[in-house]
């Protein structure tokens, strides 16, 4: 990686955006209960989503603005076929974005090299618990010893460090928290506590239930020494060294410590919309203008356009904590993780 580029894509904050979350698929191999319901059949039509080609027009265009890091997501991205072709896709394109990617990790273990010889750099791998019956529960799927294969295959094929992302629900998970550190420092990866967010499609989420960035902070506090990390930059955990380091852990709290104010970071829906927020009640449609009559040159100066529109109108925080608060009519998997 060169020095960072600049961005073109500054808000009225004076935010510069770098990072693009692109959604490949609003479609999952699990049905975690804080994302959507064990019954979800809501998804997009195909004809809807982005193509390869649409996808990868988009992203040129991001990256010729100053994006500078892509992160593939979903719903699950490795249900896409032609994932690697995507990663090999975004890798050659000119002046390439680093590349990382968030999955479930289900097939990681036959695809965890090939991506990483497409050029995929960081992988970050959702696990909320260590306890076969806990994640059948949860997921709605008996599925656990995958995800552990899929783990050990991303270490393996050297998408270091590995993360590990973990959302806490209220009498399921959450007496797991110092064990899931134990496991991860074992097994050297890298974990982070993410606060549940409104963003579920069966509307479960209920502010009194939620497990605070405060409350994670005091379970891990009872058994290791916490150290707070000097420089956070943009990034949305909060990390803590660990017993004086050099591992860390981090907690993203989303809802009761917002980090809105040094967000870089639009997203890409997998059917062509483009937000300034996971929590935004606007999109701004870019697959309408690859489809349309428009000659090439055209297109890509209506897409340039649009980006700096949806950046122009992102709004300083998410408003979770408004009392005028409004979830979003899509819920993550359809949004993007």
């Not at 680093?98 to 273990?109: D, E, H, P, V, W």
Request: net charge negative; proline share 5%; with cysteine.
């Amino acid at each position: 990686m060169g020095e960072q580029r600049m961005t073109q894509l500054v808000d009225t904050y004076g935010r510069g955006h770098r990072d693009l979350r692109v959604s490949l698929t609003d479609r999952c191999n699990l049905r975690c209960t804080y994302c959507m319901p064990h019954d979800f059949a809501a998804w997009l039509p195909s004809d809807e989503l982005l193509t390869t080609d649409e996808l990868i027009s988009i992203i040129k265009v991001g990256v010729s603005q100053g994006i500078d890091e892509i992160r593939l997501t979903g719903g699950e991205p490795l249900l896409r076929p032609d994932i690697v072709e995507i990663v090999s896709r975004i890798s050659a394109i000119e002046n390439p974005p680093i590349l990382s990617m968030t999955t479930n990790g289900l097939a990681l273990a036959k695809l965890a090299t090939p991506l990483f010889d497409a050029g995929l750099r960081r992988i970050n791998i959702s696990l909320d618990t260590l306890d076969r019956e806990v994640f059948k529960k949860m997921t709605y799927r008996d599925r656990l010893d995958d995800v552990f294969a899929g783990i050990q295959a991303a270490k393996d094929a050297g998408l270091l460090p590995v993360k590990i992302n973990a959302v806490l629900l209220r009498g399921i998970n959450d007496g797991e928290v110092t064990s899931l550190l134990d496991w991860a420092l074992a097994e050297d990866l890298n974990l982070r506590f993410i606060e549940q967010m409104p963003l579920d499609a069966g509307g479960i989420w209920n502010r009194a239930e939620l497990i605070t960035a405060d409350e994670i902070f005091e379970q891990l506090s009872s058994k290791y020494k916490l150290s707070p990390v000097d420089y956070r930059g943009s990034s949305p955990a909060e990390e803590f060294l660990i017993d004086g380091g050099p591992a860390t852990v981090g907690i993203i709290g989303s809802v009761s410590r917002p980090f809105c104010g040094a967000c870089d970071r639009i997203r890409l829906t997998s059917d062509g919309q483009l937000r300034s927020c996971l929590f935004s009640m606007k999109e701004t449609d870019l697959r309408g203008i690859l489809r349309s009559d428009l000659s090439e040159e055209e297109k890509i100066e209506a897409l340039i356009s649009k980006f700096h529109v949806t950046v122009k109108d992102k709004l300083p925080g998410h408003g979770i904590n408004d009392p005028s608060f409004i979830q979003p009519s899509r819920p993550m998997s359809a949004i993007g993780g």
